[in-house]
Nanobody, 115 residues
Framework: QVQLVESGGGLVQPGGSLRLSCAVSGISFSSQFMNWYRQAPGEQRELVAVITSTNIASYPDSVRGRFTISRDNAKNTVYLQLNSLKPEDTAVYYC?????????WGPGTQVTVSS
């Protein structure tokens, strides 16, 4: 059974930082592409970071230079470092992967950026 569980969200002031974690079980983690998405109220879910099995990362323009995705294959965990946070980064952040034609999501972790 594939499971993804995010943690690390919270309330932070503009300009602050958070580190999100996603613990993965039930699959061969080291061979998986891993993704982070976010969804703000009333908005579509948005891809914010991808990391390949060979540690190549990519980001959309909206977060490039502020967010960093990384992985620890020994811990079956993918991370998302959020820096220089803005109020518009407020959203539920989700971990995601695709495996054997199926798509798997965690329950999400709330990030709120507010003074």
């Amino acid at each position: 059974q594939v499971q993804l569980v995010e943690s690390g969200g919270g309330l932070v002031q503009p300009g602050g930082s958070l580190r999100l974690s996603c613990a993965v079980s039930g699959i061969s983690f080291s061979s998986q592409f891993m993704n982070w998405y976010r969804q703000a109220p009333g908005e579509q879910r948005e891809l914010v970071a991808v990391i390949t099995s060979t540690n190549i990362a990519s980001y959309p323009d909206s977060v490039r230079g502020r967010f960093t995705i990384s992985r620890d294959n020994a811990k079956n965990t993918v991370y998302l470092q959020l820096n220089s946070l803005k109020p518009e980064d407020t959203a539920v952040y989700y971990c995601n992967t695709r495996y054997l034609s199926n798509e798997y999501w965690g329950p999400g972790t709330q990030v709120t950026v507010s003074s």
